[in-house]
């Protein structure tokens, strides 16, 4: 009886709303063909794959490919690389965007504060092809700005290549991810701030509070929700640390250092052919980052009942 009564419910509830389940089918469709339609492809990652036979003929193997998977000292120091990364972006690229945020917030020119919320989203939408040549020009030891700032002081000693140190790469990376994503970052902050109420910031400078307590206390608190939720998704993410970024990167030199899951699945599928282990490689990405999302989103729970996502 209950199911009978869900899908009377259910119809009640459409015909209620049908022009907003209409206006909301084109995303619907758009997830069902492009991220759910796919997935039948993850049984590749238990077959022993082979392109002739296609996916459904293709013989079983059980867990075959994880343990071949586990055991490749490439998969291994990728792995590695990419927690490491991922700890480097948790601590220091994802609050970027907070502070830059509570920064411009905090600006009272109205035409300055826009210029430098223009000037601080754009980065987002150059490719990262654009921004792995800009890194290259300012960083080259030998025609880069860096050369040029250094000549133009007096310096004439030489010039670290950044780009090809195995010591500084990694810093090169988490740089540039928030030079090109901690603008973008502050959409979310910046529109939550703006629905605090202003006479909390009134009562609480009646009260002797200065600028950093009003933020601590008061704009802190009112986008904390906002910040676990993105935490969340951010931890989420923990070992996709970014495949265009690094491909448009890295090089040879530093391949030790900065090889990480994405682009060693990417050269398995697409340089030697080995789909069955590429597949494998994503399921574990994906196992891993459906744990580690619920994990953060039961201590959130556990912390505060009114953050997390569900």
Do not use: C
């Amino acid at each position: 009886m209950w199911t009978i009564r869900f899908w009377r419910e259910a119809a009640v509830s459409i015909r209620k709303d049908k022009w907003l389940y209409l206006m909301s089918l084109p995303g619907i469709l758009y997830v069902l063909t492009f991220e759910y339609g796919p997935m039948y492809g993850i049984v590749v990652a238990f077959k022993d794959y082979n392109i002739y036979d296609g996916v459904f003929a293709s013989s079983w193997t059980g867990l075959d490919n994880f343990r071949t998977l586990f055991e490749m000292s490439g998969f291994r120091r990728a792995l590695v690389n990419t927690l490491i990364i991922g700890t480097y972006q948790l601590i220091l690229v994802f609050p970027a965007p907070i502070l830059l945020s509570l920064l411009i917030n905090e600006v009272r020119h109205v035409v300055f504060k826009k210029f430098v919320q223009t000037s601080v989203y754009l980065p987002h939408f150059v490719s990262w092809i654009v921004i792995g040549g800009i890194m290259y020009a300012i960083l080259s030891p030998s025609t880069g700005i860096v050369k040029a700032l250094a000549s133009l002081v007096g310096y004439e000693g030489a010039i670290t290549n950044l780009m090809a140190s195995t010591e500084y790469f990694r810093g090169v990376l988490v740089a540039s991810s928030i030079w090109k994503e901690a603008g973008f970052g502050t959409v979310l902050y910046l529109a939550t701030i703006a629905t605090i109420d202003p006479h909390l910031y009134e009562a609480a400078e009646v009260d002797g509070a200065k600028k950093w307590r009003q933020i601590w206390h008061i704009t802190l608190p009112g986008i904390r929700t906002t910040i676990v939720i993105l935490l969340i998704f951010q931890v989420g993410r923990f070992l996709s640390v970014g495949l265009e970024q690094v491909y448009a990167l890295y090089n040879p030199v530093v391949y030790e250092v900065s090889e990480i899951l994405d682009t060693f699945l990417y050269k398995l599928a697409f340089e030697n052919a080995k789909y069955d282990l590429a597949t494998a490689s994503g399921v574990f990405k994906s196992v891993v980052g459906l744990i580690l999302v619920f994990t953060t989103n039961y201590i959130a729970k556990k912390i505060d009942s009114d953050s997390g996502l569900i």
